[in-house]
């Protein structure tokens, strides 16, 4: 087992920035890969930015150009830095372990709100 504990959250003004950090612990399983989710109200988790053992990065082109992910995968250490937020990027952020064994792990969750 993984356990993952996101921090973070806020409310933060459009045009504002925040840094989101996850940290794992437990299980001394490999790590694959490591992401963030987001969850809006009545919408769909989707995926905003992962990155992998070998630093292969991606993002959800919503959040090119605005977010970076970063980390230090093989302690289980995620970050997310955010800038130019808009009132779209509002939701719960997940972060997310997937290890070489293809075992799944979720944080609980931090909110993140961009409203004036």
């Known amino acids: 087992q993984v356990q993952l504990v996101e921090s973070g959250g806020d409310l933060v003004q459009p045009g504002g920035s925040l840094k989101l950090s996850c940290t794992g612990s437990?299980?001394?399983?490999?790590?694959?890969?490591m992401a963030w989710y987001r969850q809006g109200a009545k919408k769909q988790r989707e995926q905003v930015a992962s990155?992998?053992?070998?630093?292969?990065?991606n993002y959800s082109d919503s959040v090119k150009g605005r977010f970076t992910i970063s980390g230090d995968i093989a302690n289980k250490e995620v970050y997310l830095e955010m800038n130019t937020l808009k009132p779209e990027d509002t939701a719960v952020y997940y972060c997310?372990?997937?290890?070489?064994?293809?075992?799944?792990?979720w944080g609980q969750g931090t909110q993140v709100t961009v409203s004036a």
């Open positions: 437990g299980s001394s399983q490999r790590i694959f890969r």
């Open positions: 990155i992998s053992f070998r630093g292969t990065i």
């Open positions: 997310y372990v997937q290890t070489v064994t293809n075992d799944q792990y």
